[in-house]
């Protein structure tokens, strides 16, 4: 299980490189709880600069916790850019609509994409854990599941 003691470290190391000391109030907080499915998550008071990472205690699906502390940071220094574009397709796309709801889908997948590979970038340079985490992947289908049922051409 996730200590407090034993996350910390990375946790301030991460706040040092990213350079998010002096712009972001940061608070450390472990969510021991059956029911948090993710591994990591924020809240954010925008207008205040604070937020509050959350880390998965008890059942964290990934296996690299440095990882996954990276990628939160990087969504927070990355959470004006967020916001704005947020911001921009709630202006010129109707809520629920197909439209709407195909520019949002496209956006939080290119916005994941590439904090993940930030995030690479960063614990394969600066990282004391350089291995990648790879429990998304156990709950996925494999490559041939994905073509069963479909017709042979």
């Known amino acids: 299980m996730l200590t407090y003691e034993s996350i910390s470290p990375l946790f301030h190391k991460w706040i040092e490189i990213l350079r998010l000391k002096n712009i972001w109030d940061i608070k450390l907080e472990l969510v021991d ?3 948090f ?3 990591g998550d924020f809240k954010v008071d925008p207008d205040d600069r604070k937020a509050i990472l959350m880390l998965n205690a008890t059942n964290p699906k990934q296996e690299n916790m440095e ?3 990276i990628h939160e ?3 927070l220094k990355l959470y004006p850019l967020d916001q704005l574009t947020e911001g921009l397709i709630d202006g010129h796309y109707c809520p629920g609509t197909a439209e709407y709801n195909t520019i949002y889908t496209q956006f939080m997948t290119m916005l994941e994409q590439t904090v993940e590979e930030l995030t690479k970038c960063f614990l394969l340079q600066y990282g004391d854990n350089k291995e990648l985490s790879y429990g998304r992947c156990k709950t996925m289908k494999s490559f041939n599941e994905l073509y069963d049922g479909l017709k042979s051409l």
Request: aromatic share 0%; charged share 40%; net charge negative.
């Open 67 to 69: 990882e996954v502390i």
């Open 73 to 75: 940071l990087l969504h």
């Open 33 to 35: 709880d059956e029911n």
């Open 37 to 39: 499915r993710k591994t």
